[in-house]
């Protein structure tokens, strides 16, 4: 082991340069450690390449000595896929120097970007270019594209402009050999076959390396309209959505619930943000976009709440007032997760159902869990928009938080249960990692895993691809 070490550092270090190979303990740990603190493991080595010339190297000089290999962008993952195990023996790769723009086409609406670039960097070459990039996600300071696409992240306007996936024309990756597949083509036809970009995306780095991608980028809004409507219960939302859908179409860019207990926390956490209309059990964050600068979409959606809340959809309604008052409004939906963490552990729940079962999901849940955990805390919030919950289990107040944890396997069987029931995902938008392997094994059907492992055998034979996450 020494000697392979010894080797194997010489060789990575003579391709990305000594200063970016991080062997000591210290200079490590920010790449071995989650986010949420829930994993921690171990690494040979950190390795920091600045081009795909050196990504490809590093992968096949690992390959050459059967070292596995974990790939890592922002590291704001949510279920440890960016962590290596605690066997001391893979390799990270971390993209982050790989962070240039490499070209935009305004007429082709695209940009090209490099793995490594944070999210809220590409949004900002965009706007520079007087267009827009969708994806959105309170992570987007941190997070990078490479790790967007790998995890196909969803966020805050998926209802209007969909997912990571809907949002890629072309990738490059580094295949499991170390070569280098060029698919950065911006077309927006293209049945050549296999739609081979498909797999890398949501494949948490299990089956390439991610080193750039073309994106889909769009006109910039000109109008924007942002709400905060306390709504009776989560039918009623449903019901808002349906009426803000048919009066705004697809200029409603976002439709977030937030519970009244996850608001609360949003506001101990920073003390200073609004707290309009206190007391209500439910809330949702809407959003509304339109790229035409006299668009009437204020008026249609005061309209459209007036009618809401004659139906008795809507309790009350809080139209901002100016951009600061909109980020203001954001910010209190944004905090939730970092609120939650420093809330002390919890029990997280990424799912997905259709819209109109979510009503009666969330009346079962609720109940099951307050049966099983009593006085337990459920701080639900999240896309709804999309059908996408965060519902999140944290221990009663004034409990000892540290062994809540213990619970975790009853808590998500309980939840996942009736995700399945009602025929819903267990995994929205954060992946599998290492913290949902055994729910793809209890939810996913054989034939599909067995498909999986088709794909995972055909493209990394020797399993050094991230190995143990997702499968
Ligand atoms: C406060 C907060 C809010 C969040 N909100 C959302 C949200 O609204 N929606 C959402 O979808 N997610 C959200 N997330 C989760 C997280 O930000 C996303 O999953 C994000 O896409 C991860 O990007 P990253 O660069 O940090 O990836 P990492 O955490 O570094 O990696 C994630 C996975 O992708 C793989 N990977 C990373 N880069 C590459 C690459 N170049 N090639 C191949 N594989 C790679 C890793 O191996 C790992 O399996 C949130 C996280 C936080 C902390």
Redesign the pocket.
Known sequence: MADLDATLHERLASIVGNAHMLTVAAEAEPYVVD?RGRFRGRARAVVRPGNTAEVAAVVRVCTEVGVPV?????????CG??TPHDTGDEIVIA?GRMNRLRAIDAANATITVE??MPLATVQQHAAAAGLYFPLS???EG???I???L??N????AVLRYGNARDLTLGLEIVLADGRVWDGLRGLRKDNTGYDLKQMFIGA??TL????AAVLKLFPASRTQVTALVAVPAVTAAVALLELLRSALSDRLTGFELVSGIALALSRKLDPALPAPMPGHAWYVLVQGDDNAPDSPIATLLESSLAAAAEAGVACDATIAQSAAQAARLWALRENI??AQRREGPNIKHDISLAVSSIPAFVDACSTALEQSFPGARQIIFGHLGDGNLHYNLSAPENHPAGDFLDHATAVNRIVHDLVARHGGSFSA???I?QLKREDLLRYKSDVEVDLMRAIKRALDPRGLL?PG?VL
């Open positions: 986010w974990v790939p890592q962008g922002g590291n704001t993952g949510l896929g960016a993209l793995a490594g996600l309170a992570s941190s997070c990078t490479g790790g967007n790998s995890t992240a969803g966020g805050t948490e780095g390439g390396v991610v080193t997760s970092e938008e954060h992946g990692g991230n996450k």
